[in-house]
């Protein structure tokens, strides 16, 4: 029986002395991915905001960045267009006093068709623009997780959202 407790001490101490420490460099790691990632996407938000544009360069430039992390990420990014309409009755044909508000938007999915026709995205003055960035892979500090606890760990550690108003319009 005291053999059996210092094979168990043993494997504790290694526990303790080596597999703590890496979990905790990776949670770091996790840590800092963020910390880049936010200073990222402000930065590609801001320039958009500024500039009332994304060019299929921008676009990219932001992609490789975040790629650097050496983790795979969804972007989903919404542009929001806020319209405004007289209110109508059409029994009668006439306008009414007062106006409707709604927003149009606009999805990455389109915002990249504009890009493969070799244009840029514009935006008005006034519009919305917002942006969610999320892993999609496992980073090691999950990995680590779910095998120290043996347990199913959620795979999106870094998550990023960020928005604004565009201050400038393309000319």
Do not use: C, W
Not at 14 to 30: E, N, S
Not at 130 to 148: D, G, P, Q
């Amino acid at each position: 029986m005291n053999a059996f407790s210092k094979i168990i001490a043993i494997i504790i101490t290694v526990i303790l002395l080596f597999l703590t420490p890496v979990l905790y460099m990776a949670q770091k790691q996790d840590i800092i991915s963020q910390s880049y990632v936010s200073n990222e996407t402000t930065k590609f938000i801001d320039s958009i905001k500024n500039s009332g544009y994304i060019s299929p360069e921008m676009y990219m430039d932001f992609v490789k960045k975040i790629d650097a992390t050496n983790n795979l990420y969804n972007i989903e990014i919404v542009h929001s267009h806020k319209v405004v309409e007289p209110l109508y009755d059409e029994n009668t044909g006439t306008f009414l006093e007062g106006y409707d508000t709604y927003y149009y938007n606009t999805y990455q999915d389109e915002i990249l068709e504009v890009f493969d026709q070799g244009k840029d995205y514009e935006f008005f003055q006034g519009d919305y623009i917002s942006i969610i960035v999320k892993n999609r892979t496992k980073t090691i500090a999950t990995r680590l997780m779910e095998l120290f606890y043996s347990s199913d760990i959620p795979d999106e550690q870094i998550l990023i959202t960020y928005g604004g108003v565009i201050r400038d319009e393309m000319d």
